[in-house]
């Protein structure tokens, strides 16, 4: 590659930087780059727990959409919410990572950082990464660039031009590229990417950032089965290192991760337990299992 074509690679991966700061799903992400909010490796989980929630609610328009919500995750778990369309799932994960704030209640990450005392983009810096439903990969950037840019702190396009990995963000971005089960596609265009392949991508963008909780938003909607299969066993590997919580309505997917389910309801929890158990819980079977 000559230097000019170099140049303008890294001109228009800088430029894709740029609008994602300008364009995320959420908007407004722009506010607090740049400011280190925390030292996510100083997350206190001395008391057995990664995720605390309790007591929460938030009404929209007098609707309460979550309802006085208890949960909490330990480090390195799995755990899979279920749950009847309009339960508050969405909305739960809203408010764990800043774009919904609730009325009233106590959200803390580990035992001491206060998350309602932080905005979206700071508590993504925390260490909490989301994933939509729908991928938001840059489809006309390779998988390489796609995942290098997930590590891009975007402080304007002159820094991210000049940004070059160092040798442990080269050696992330080779395992995470073989985690996501794409490295063989390292320089394929990401809008060739079959839609599975698009969602482990994206997935693989939140593990460039190491966060130490992972929030999935029916991650296997809209896969084959064999993709759907691939994200399990992909999953399977990330607990342990991560914790994760998983919205699904696939059943079957489900048993295939789960150790402990939550189930939602009204914007509280109305079961939990192994599928098993709440598969056998009379109301759950009410409410969202049917008979
Ligand atoms: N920003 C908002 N403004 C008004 N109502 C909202 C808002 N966000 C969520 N709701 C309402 O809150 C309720 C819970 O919605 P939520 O999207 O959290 O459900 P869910 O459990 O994720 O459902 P699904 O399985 O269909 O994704 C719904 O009745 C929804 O219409
Ligand atoms: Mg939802």
């Given at each position: 590659?000559?230097?000019?074509?170099?140049?303008?690679?890294?001109?228009?991966?800088?430029?894709?930087?740029?609008?994602?700061?300008?364009?995320?799903?959420?908007?407004?992400?722009?506010?607090?780059?740049?400011?280190?909010?925390?030292?996510?490796?100083?997350?206190?989980?001395?008391?057995?727990?990664?995720?605390?929630?309790?007591?929460?609610?938030?009404?929209?328009?007098?609707?309460?959409?979550?309802?006085?919500?208890?949960?909490?995750?330990?480090?390195?778990?799995?755990?899979?919410?279920?749950?009847?369309?309009?339960?508050?799932?969405?909305?739960?994960?809203?408010?764990?990572?800043?774009?919904?704030?609730?009325?009233?209640?106590?959200?803390?990450?580990?035992?001491?950082?206060?998350?309602?005392?932080?905005?979206?983009?700071?508590?993504?810096?925390?260490?909490?990464?989301?994933?939509?439903?729908?991928?938001?990969?840059?489809?006309?950037?390779?998988?390489?660039?796609?995942?290098e840019l997930a590590l891009k702190t975007p402080k304007g396009v002159k820094a991210s031009m000049f940004f070059k990995l160092d040798s442990r963000q080269s050696d992330r971005l080779a395992e995470?590229?073989?985690?996501?089960?794409?490295?063989?596609?390292?320089?394929?265009?990401?809008?060739?990417?079959?839609?599975?392949?698009?969602?482990?991508?994206?997935?693989?963008?939140?593990?460039?950032?190491?966060?130490?909780?992972?929030?999935?938003?029916?991650?296997?909607?809209?896969?084959?089965?064999?993709?759907?299969?691939?994200?399990?066993?992909?999953?399977?590997?990330?607990?342990?290192?991560?914790?994760?919580?998983?919205?699904?309505?696939?059943?079957?997917?489900?048993?295939?991760?789960?150790?402990?389910?939550?189930?939602?309801?009204?914007?509280?929890?109305?079961?939990?337990?192994?599928?098993?158990?709440?598969?056998?819980?009379?109301?759950?079977?009410?409410?969202?299992?049917?008979?």
């Amino acid at each position: 590659m000559t230097p000019d074509l170099l140049q303008k690679g890294a001109e228009r991966v800088a430029r894709v930087a740029q609008q994602r700061v300008e364009a995320t799903e959420s908007g407004g992400r722009s506010a607090s780059y740049g400011r280190v909010v925390h030292d996510a490796s100083q997350v206190d989980m001395t008391h057995g727990r990664i995720l605390y929630l309790e007591e929460v609610s938030v009404s929209f328009d007098g609707f309460k959409a979550i309802n006085q919500l208890s949960l909490d995750i330990a480090p390195g778990e799995l755990r899979c919410i279920i749950g009847p369309n309009g339960a508050g799932k969405t909305t739960m994960m809203d408010i764990i990572t800043g774009k919904t704030r609730p009325d009233e209640g106590r959200v803390f990450f580990g035992s001491t950082i206060d998350l309602l005392r932080y905005n979206e983009p700071e508590i993504a810096q925390l260490g909490i990464g989301r994933k939509f439903q729908k991928p938001t990969v840059f489809e006309h950037l390779s998988v390489f660039e796609n995942l290098e840019l997930a590590l891009k702190t975007p402080k304007g396009v002159k820094a991210s031009m000049f940004f070059k990995l160092d040798s442990r963000q080269s050696d992330r971005l080779a395992e995470v590229l073989h985690t996501i089960h794409l490295a063989d596609s390292v320089r394929v265009q990401a809008g060739t990417l079959s839609h599975g392949q698009k969602q482990w991508l994206e997935i693989g963008m939140l593990l460039m950032q190491d966060p130490q909780l992972l929030l999935l938003d029916e991650p296997v909607a809209g896969m084959t089965d064999f993709e759907t299969e691939r994200t399990a066993e992909l999953f399977l590997s990330l607990k342990g290192k991560h914790s994760l919580m998983v919205v699904e309505h696939d059943m079957s997917f489900i048993r295939t991760i789960s150790d402990i389910v939550t189930v939602l309801c009204d914007g509280s929890v109305l079961a939990q337990g192994t599928l098993d158990q709440v598969q056998a819980d009379e109301r759950v079977i009410e409410v969202y299992l049917g008979r």
